[in-house]
């Protein structure tokens, strides 16, 4: 099973930016779309941001439209979220994983915090 190894959080204060990296264990991922989610305390994960296998595709939850932006390097083996323009709601434990969406087959990483504080 594909795993990943989740980098860049921390803390921030609203308003900044961060940049998240997230590192595949196995080249396959360059097949696969790529997806970020992130889970917040007392809250159910959700889908942050997608991209399709080549990278030419991108797709945004509402929250983050504007703001984010995915991105990947396939020789790598790596995808990234650039997030700009943090808000308290972002809060959260990110993660990345592979295939469609709402049904990712790869094994969830520890994740990577990022804490937006004034």
Same mark, same amino acid.
């Given at each position: 099973q594909v795993q990943f190894v989740e980098s860049g959080g921390g803390l921030v204060q609203p308003g900044g930016?961060?940049?998240l990296s997230c590192v595949a264990s196995d080249s396959i991922m360059s097949t696969y779309n790529m997806n970020w989610y992130r889970q917040a305390p007392g809250k159910?994960?959700?889908l942050v941001a997608g991209v399709s =296998?080549? +990278?030419?595709s991108t797709d945004y939850a509402d929250s983050v439209k504007g703001r984010f932006t995915i991105s990947r390097d396939n020789a790598k083996k790596t995808v990234y979220l650039q997030m700009n323009t943090l808000?308290?709601?972002d809060t959260a434990v990110y993660y990345c994983n592979i295939?469609?969406?709402g049904s990712?087959?790869? =094994?969830? +990483?520890?994740g990577t915090q990022v804490t937006v504080s004034s």
């Open positions: 930016s961060l940049r159910q994960r959700e =296998s080549r +990278g030419f808000k308290l709601e295939g469609p969406a990712p087959f790869g =094994s969830w +990483g520890q």
